[in-house]
């Protein structure tokens, strides 16, 4: 009973070559992110959407950039990948006015060569 | 601005034994939202506790508690009779109930010894 589904679970990319990852959620739920997180550091936010309304991060790179066509569905796409953008990334979802708990899926591992 | 601080990068323990793990955090709101997370090696992230902060009561998940210290902006995770399976990294964390902004701590590993 998969909730938060992120594909690929791995994904290899050279450099500069744009890539995308995809997020989607069986939970209904209004608000979608996007984290970066490199080995045993914290997850660090790149951006969420509330419904259809995007919040970017101020220190994001202009490379990422990201789409939520439905509620279901998020994309994080990254421009020109660099070797510092080798990394996991994490979906999460959370019920704004709800149980305010995120939920994460598996995560993306990339990249770059 | 709110920050949460987790001053144990690692830790260990005997398996059987307890062990706590500690977290601050910093806000001038009322009311809002605590969490630890647990992510294994090479594995998803995954909720372990949850308390409401209006709510005094500490929360209780089987074998894992926190302490909840409102005053002191402290919010620690007790994991007792430590398990193999408890191997991880550890992430405190925190949301307000007036955004969707979410809050990690830089994380604890902790390894439990055979």
């Known amino acids: 009973d998969a909730m938060v589904i992120q594909n690929p679970r791995y994904q290899v990319t050279q450099f500069g070559k744009p890539v995308t990852l995809s997020c989607s959620q069986t939970l209904n739920h209004n608000v979608m992110y996007w984290y970066q997180q490199k080995s045993s550091q914290a997850p660090k936010l790149l951006f969420h959407y509330y419904d259809k309304d995007f919040n970017n991060e101020a220190d994001t790179p202009d490379n990422f950039q990201s789409r939520r066509p439905n509620t279901s569905f998020c994309f994080l796409d990254i421009r020109s990948p660099g070797l510092g953008d080798a990394a996991m990334y994490l979906c999460a979802t959370m019920h704004f006015r709800g149980q305010e708990t995120q939920y994460f899926g598996p995560g993306t591992r990339l990249l770059v060569l | 601005a709110q920050t949460v601080t987790q001053s144990q990068p690692e830790m260990s323990v005997q398996e059987a034994e307890t062990v706590t793990l500690s977290c601050t955090y910093d806000?001038?709101?009322?009311?809002?939202?605590l969490f630890w997370y647990k992510q294994p090696p090479s594995r998803q992230m995954i909720l372990v506790i949850r308390q409401e902060a209006y709510k005094q009561q500490n929360a209780t998940e089987n074998r894992f508690s926190v302490n909840f210290q409102k005053a002191a902006k402290s919010f620690s995770l007790k994991i007792s009779d430590s398990q193999l399976g408890d191997t991880a990294m550890y992430f405190c964390?925190?949301?307000?109930?007036?955004?969707?902004?979410?809050?990690f701590g830089t994380g604890t590993s902790l390894t439990v010894i055979p």
């Open positions: 806000t001038s709101e009322s009311n809002y939202y």
């Open positions: 964390a925190f949301t307000q109930n007036t955004g969707n902004q979410f809050y």
